[in-house]
């Protein structure tokens, strides 16, 4: 069966810190994998996306993504976050059947 | 491009009444999904259509049901609703053609409270 894992369900960072959310999953096929966003009271936004090839995707504000097979792992990082950044993120695995397993989500706080 | 929209955006209903929510897709997008959201259970897929027929079903009580027009805009419809449907249901568009197979945009939802 298909499953995402975000072990953290609650991140604090300071602005201008690095930042790493991390996200495994469990599929049957060759994944697609994707890191949403969503603030309060909105709808979710596509960070990025990895279908195939190089296996470091750079995304939207910044974020970039690696994809490890062996680890069956799909990290989200950013060098150094801005307050703006804070939000609720979502890594969600699919495939052309086109329904999207998520994750529990990572609520990011920012300290200024 | 105009982005999706879903309609209405807040919605109150009490246990027994029924309810239909609707979304439009980017224009040109043919497949529509739906998820439900709760702070329980996180996000859910529903279901999703292609080109008005219902590809993929996810693990949801008959209660819950859905349509596509020929136009892709889409309808779900929940009856005999309960409490714990209480969440926020959003809609996502996805491009069929030209690349971008997979990826799903999504709407700012519809918060959907049941008392």
């Known amino acids: 069966a298909q499953s995402v894992t975000q072990p953290d369900i609650h991140i604090t960072v300071s602005e201008g810190a690095s930042l790493e959310l991390r996200c495994n999953y469990s599929y049957g096929a060759t994944p697609y994998l994707f890191w949403y966003v969503q603030s309060p009271g909105q709808g979710l936004q596509l960070l990025l996306k990895?279908?195939?090839?190089?296996?470091l995707v750079q995304g939207i504000k910044g974020f970039e993504a690696e994809f490890k097979r062996s680890q069956s792992s799909f990290n989200l990082r950013k060098p150094s976050v801005h307050w703006s950044d804070a939000a609720e993120y979502f890594c969600?695995?699919?495939?052309?059947?086109?329904?999207?397993?998520f994750g529990q989500g990572t609520r990011l706080t920012i300290n200024p | 491009k105009a982005g999706v929209t879903q309609t209405p955006r807040y919605l109150i209903k009490t246990r027994g009444q029924q309810v239909t929510l609707s979304c439009s897709p980017i224009?040109?997008?043919?497949?529509v999904s739906w998820y439900q959201q709760t702070p329980g259970q996180g996000l859910q897929f529903l279901f999703e259509?292609?080109?008005?027929?219902?590809?993929n079903k996810g693990n949801f009580p008959g209660r819950f049901s859905g349509r596509q027009f020929s136009n892709s805009r889409s309808e779900m419809n929940v009856s005999t609703l309960e409490l714990g449907d209480s969440a926020l249901y959003l809609c996502?568009?996805?491009?069929?053609?030209?690349?971008?197979?997979?990826?799903?945009?999504f709407g700012p939802g519809t918060r959907l409270t049941v008392l």
């Open positions: 259509y292609f080109s008005e027929t219902q590809r």
């Open positions: 224009s040109g997008h043919r497949s």
């Open positions: 996502a568009s996805i491009p069929t053609s030209g690349g971008g197979e997979g990826e799903q945009f």
């Open positions: 969600a695995v699919g495939g052309r059947a086109q329904k999207l397993v």
């Open positions: 990895y279908f195939s090839g190089d296996t």
